[in-house]
């Protein structure tokens, strides 16, 4: 190549949007940059002869070094898409994403003389397709909510009419028994009863649909010992014992905080086997990427091939049948939990009791 092949090919470089550079030598030295590099860089003419470790450090701490020397001894190309790469600007680090190839020049005889490196910022595109994906993420789970909130309002007629029935009756008979009594009052008790426990359903899915993250530290150490108060005398079933262990706070939402161990605490108490009193044991451990908080009972246990599906709307084990619920608990915790990118892990045994693990991940700014 004649040098004024040479310098119109740099000309037309200098002039392309695309960001170009080219290194030689396994100290991978900046033989060229364009301005479109030198701006992705975030440095100036400078670098210029410099080997990349010397002018970028941090290149090397973020695996590239490794990646160029390799395509410089091998003469393999290396191309990557929306890779994560740290940009410093003197005090400034940004964090970008890039499409990039590492493409070896090679003369006559296969030797790589060069590595021509061209790159891509795609961090606005995965931007986009991250709020796209979130959006459509937030719609399908507002959509199930309202579907299932709908359901509930819906399941709520049902007991109101029973209540008008049995007044109605009651009205039209003056002279009933006191057995009769009972019974039309039992009844519409009842009722009232299941309307309520629907009512508080509806609730809290309604709480779950607009959940956010929110940064508020919650002391769980005075809070559990409440739910747990709540769920004994809801249940009618004092625990035997009541195992505390350490209690780490949680950043959160305290209403939606509630929704899942009440939830969970109350399913405890729930299926207490009826000759039995509850032992229920709750812990927690931090680990590199959140919380995790345990709750173990002593309860019926869930059969080993049904464990997967109970988180499924509307779905009880087989084994539930004789206590009162809708199948819809669990549904709700773990959609909550999806919606902060938490998890909920379910260990148990028929007639062996269950182990909750609850993950809560930490807030991100």
């Not at 009651?170 to 039309?184: G, I, S, T, Y």
């Not at 607009?210 to 508020?216: H, K, L, R, T």
Request: with cysteine; net charge neutral; proline share 4%.
């Amino acid at each position: 190549m004649t040098e004024n092949n040479a310098e119109f090919i740099l000309n037309i470089l200098n002039k392309s949007h695309l960001s170009t550079a080219i290194y030689q030598g396994e100290d991978l030295r900046i033989i060229y940059a364009n301005q479109a590099m030198m701006t992705l860089w975030c440095a100036n003419q400078t670098v210029i002869g410099k080997p990349l470790t010397v002018a970028f450090p941090h290149f090397q701490e973020e695996g590239f070094v490794r990646i160029l020397q390799n395509v410089w001894k091998t003469g393999t190309p290396y191309i990557a898409s929306n890779t994560v790469a740290h940009i410093v600007d003197g005090p400034l680090v940004y964090k970008r994403y890039f499409d990039f190839e590492y493409k070896p020049i090679c003369n006559d005889q296969e030797e790589v003389i060069a590595i021509l490196n061209t790159a891509v910022d795609v961090t606005r595109q995965k931007d986009a397709i991250k709020t796209i994906e979130e959006q459509k993420l937030k719609l399908s789970f507002n959509n199930e909510l309202e579907i299932i909130t709908h359901t509930l309002a819906h399941d709520a007629k049902n007991p109101i009419s029973i209540a008008r029935l049995a007044v109605s009756h009651l009205q039209q008979m003056q002279d009933l028994e006191n057995e009769n009594l009972k019974k039309w009052y039992g009844l519409i008790d009842d009722a009232i009863s299941s309307l309520n426990s629907i009512i508080d359903k509806t609730v809290q899915l309604s709480k779950a649909k607009s959940y956010e993250i929110a940064q508020n530290t919650i002391n769980m150490e005075v809070l559990l010992r409440k739910w747990i108060d709540e769920a004994s005398i809801l249940y009618n079933k004092p625990p035997e014992t009541v195992v505390m262990g350490q209690f780490l706070p949680l950043k959160g939402d305290v209403g939606a905080i509630y929704l899942i161990f009440s939830n969970i605490i109350g399913n405890a108490f729930k299926y207490t086997p009826k000759d039995s009193t509850a032992r229920i044991e709750i812990y927690s451990e931090t680990t590199s990427k959140g919380v995790v908080y345990y709750v173990k009972d002593n309860g019926i246990g869930i059969p080993t091939q049904e464990v997967n599906s109970i988180f499924l709307n509307f779905h009880r084990a087989s084994n539930s049948q004789d206590h009162y619920g809708k199948g819809n608990g669990l549904y709700i915790v773990k959609k909550i939990l999806d919606s902060i990118n938490g998890n909920i892990n379910i260990m148990s045994k028929l007639d062996n009791g269950t182990k909750v693990r609850l993950f809560f991940p930490y807030p991100t700014n």
